[in-house]
C-alpha cells in the first residue's frame, strides 16, 4: 500500500513564497514519476510539475519560471518551491506518484494567494 502525505500549504500574500513537501511510504518502484497536481473550486484538476526518477522535469506553462520541483530518491520524496504567487494559484495541491500503470494520490494541501 502506497501512501502519500504532503505537508507545506498556508495563506500568502502575492509575491510571496510556499514550499509543498511530500513523503512517500510503502511498497514502490523505484522507477516512477512524482509529481504536483492543483484544483481550484469550479475547475478540473489540472498538472502543476512533474519529475522523474533521474530528475527529468515538465512544468505547466502558467507556473515555468516560479516553481521549482524536487525530489529525493533516497527518502521517496518530493518538493514543490513555489515563488512570486499569485492569486490564479490558488487551489488544493495534491501530491502524485506514478509507477506500473498505477496512479496515487495524497489528501491535498490548501494554498491560498490572497492580500
Known amino acids: 500500500q502506497v501512501q502519500l502525505v504532503e505537508s507545506g500549504g498556508g495563506l500568502v500574500e502575492p509575491g510571496g513564497s510556499l514550499r509543498l513537501s511530500c513523503a512517500a511510504s510503502?511498497?514502490?518502484?523505484?522507477?516512477?514519476?512524482m509529481g504536483w497536481y492543483r484544483q481550484a473550486p469550479g475547475k478540473q484538476r489540472e498538472v502543476v510539475a512533474t519529475?522523474?526518477?533521474?530528475?527529468?522535469?515538465n512544468y505547466a506553462d502558467a507556473v515555468k519560471g516560479r516553481f521549482t520541483i524536487s525530489r529525493d530518491n533516497a527518502k521517496n520524496t518530493v518538493t514543490l518551491q513555489m515563488n512570486s504567487l499569485k492569486p490564479e494559484d490558488s487551489a488544493v495541491y495534491y501530491c502524485?506518484?506514478?509507477?506500473?500503470?498505477?496512479?496515487?494520490w495524497g489528501q491535498g494541501t490548501q494554498v491560498a494567494v490572497s492580500s
Open positions: 502524485n506518484l506514478k509507477y506500473g500503470g498505477n496512479d496515487y
Open positions: 519529475i522523474t526518477t533521474v530528475g527529468s522535469t
Open positions: 510503502g511498497i514502490i518502484f523505484r522507477i516512477n514519476i
